[in-house]
């Protein structure tokens, strides 16, 4: 079993360790580097890890938020990863507003994707071809082993290059924008909250099948030597290895 993955007894116990380890992270990076860049994930896990993260202390003025993907709904639809993220942790928290960088769901998705590389490239300097480094990024994981928008059988799932894209995921018939594998691949910390027992064969597959990204999107950066950590509940991690 890999040393990077905590299971804790429930989905509440996870979401609790998981938002201990990001507040972590988040200070180490601000007392390195006098500023932190994260970016946060949507779905229904996140909300009990996002009302933890909301009551321990963070630096929040030297944090900038940015989502690694987005449905393509206006930013008070109650689909928005944006709206339950301020619902759960930036109005109880009391993240500054300006540093706030939502992915426009409400625009054309291929806009709103061209508007967030652009803000991309802007904050973090870069140059033609460079991806940006995050701090951290927080992922989830779904019963069909999909991160981000990235779902399986994605051609963007082989794309290393570019910062995001907008994509059509069949499943939910629907637009999304989402970050790319590069730019998950390049982050400096990745901290993947997957807990229930319906993600159990999908982190089995994820972590300790064989490698085939493109049918279990959620392989990417997800084990050694990625500095990836999970947080599972006993659910969720039934069928692994156990530690001998
Ligand atoms: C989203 C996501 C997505 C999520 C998984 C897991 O917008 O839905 O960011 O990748 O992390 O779908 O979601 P659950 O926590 O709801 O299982």
Redesign the pocket.
Known sequence: MSSNLQILTNAEAAAKACAQRIAEIVNESVAQRGISRIAL??????KLMFAELAKIAVDWEHVWLYW??E?VVPPDHPDS?YKMATECLILPAGIPIEHLNRIAGERYPEEAAAHYISEIRVDFKLKDGQLPQFDLIH????SDS????LFPGDPLIEDDYDIAANTYVEKFKSHRVTLLPGVLKAARHTVILAP?ADKAEALWDVLEGKINYKAHPCQIAARAPFPTEWFVDEAAAKLLRKKS
């Open positions: 994930s949507g779905g229904s896990s996140p690694v993907d449905r990863n992922r989830g994981m779904g999909h991160t981000a928008s229930g």
